[in-house]
């Protein structure tokens, strides 16, 4: 007789009532971190600089869509081990928000509702629950070169899911969206949640944060008149109402003193990226450029951020070589004893994204 068949894969989409189609969206990351800190600091021997850990994220989520409406409903849950109980560097990061070498942590990763064209007006559409948000990202790219940019250089740098990490981050909140042909205007209102480094990540943080968005999108139109080319201006609001230590520069007093009192900052900036075809590869350029003002506790906000960044790739060449050079800049402050921080403040971003060093702004 002959033997059993090959393996059949289970489907993942069927019908469901309605006329609405179901989903079922599972993945599992599993990662080993390999952590060798440089400092060893004679004063403090008894310290984990050497060590190794490891974290699992499993992810199961249910989209149910039934046009003009889409539902995603996803169940996360992290865990980490061997953290280091006395370390320097990432996995003491866990260890210090949880203090157990071995994590666990269940929660609701994303519960969000979708509704396009509502009141049949197109391009306009409506999402609320928690969500996923980066910012820089409302109107993604589509040709390759111009969308690595946009997510790899521009988007997250100030909110994030924070995904390096095993927890992650999400957004509870709404946010409202019009797309045009060549253009999109997006607007949010949010609450993060704890994540990150935190594994019981269910609960939201005392901070609110808001923003809009004008998009120049990757389109025919735009191609037409300036190439290959996307842009954003922005506003961003965050507020934070945590009765935590801030960190600046001011001695422990004065910001001891300041627990509890909020900062309410406001960003405005914008970015553009731009590809040209040279010789036998790709040619890019991308600016930002960043303000902030408000307050940070008793203290007034003013700083910036800026960068520029130039690349050339070989697209058709085994491996696609790509060669970038850029300078990026943030605002620090050197006067403790004023009334003004100049330190500019990236809000919730993947930071990790940007500085694989452990020492950044």
């Known amino acids: 007789a002959p033997g059993p068949g090959p393996f059949a894969i289970p489907k993942l989409e069927m019908e469901g009532p309605y006329g609405s189609k179901l989903r079922l969206e599972v993945t599992n990351r599993l990662r080993g971190e390999f952590v060798d800190w440089f400092a060893r600091p004679d004063s403090a021997p008894t310290r984990d600089n050497d060590y190794d850990f490891l974290g699992n994220r499993f992810q199961a989520g249910l989209r149910v869509t039934r046009d003009p409406v889409e539902l995603f409903v996803q169940f996360q849950n992290t865990t980490v081990s061997s953290l280091p109980t006395h370390g320097i560097g990432v996995g003491s990061s866990y260890y210090a928000n949880t203090a157990y070498s071995t994590q666990n942590g269940a929660f609701v990763r994303n519960a969000w509702l979708e509704w396009k064209r509502p009141f049949d007006v197109a391009g306009l559409s409506v999402k609320g629950g928690r969500q996923i948000y980066s910012d820089a990202m409302d109107a993604p790219a589509k040709d390759p070169t111009l969308l690595w940019v946009q997510t790899n250089r521009v988007g997250q740098r100030l909110l994030g899911p924070f995904d390096y990490t095993h927890a992650g981050r999400s957004f509870d909140g709404g946010r409202i969206a019009f797309d045009a042909e060549s253009w999109n205007v997006t607007a949010f209102g949010f609450r993060p949640t704890r994540g990150g480094f935190e594994v019981h990540a269910n609960g939201e943080m005392d901070i609110a944060v808001a923003g809009a968005s004008l998009n120049l999108k990757d389109s025919p139109a735009v191609a037409a008149s300036l190439g290959k080319t996307i842009g954003r201006l922005f506003y961003l609001y965050y507020g934070d109402d945590r009765d935590v230590l801030f960190l600046d520069n001011r001695p422990l007093a004065l910001r001891r003193a300041d627990v509890g009192r909020d900062a309410n900052l406001h960003t405005v900036g914008g970015n553009a990226a731009h590809v040209e075809p040279l010789g036998p590869g ?76 452990p020492f950044y702004n």
Do not use: C, I
Request: charged share 15%; glycine share 10%; no cysteine.
């Open 282 to 357: 790709n040619l890019d350029a991308m600016v930002y450029g960043m303000a902030q003002f408000g307050e940070w506790q008793s203290q007034d906000q003013r700083s910036y951020a800026w960068g520029a960044e130039l690349g050339y790739q070989l697209p058709e060449v085994w491996a696609k070589p790509w060669l970038r050079v850029g300078f990026n800049a943030g605002s620090g402050d050197s006067d403790p004893s004023d009334d003004t921080h100049e330190t500019f403040f990236q809000m919730l971003p993947t930071a990790w994204l940007y500085a694989q060093f």
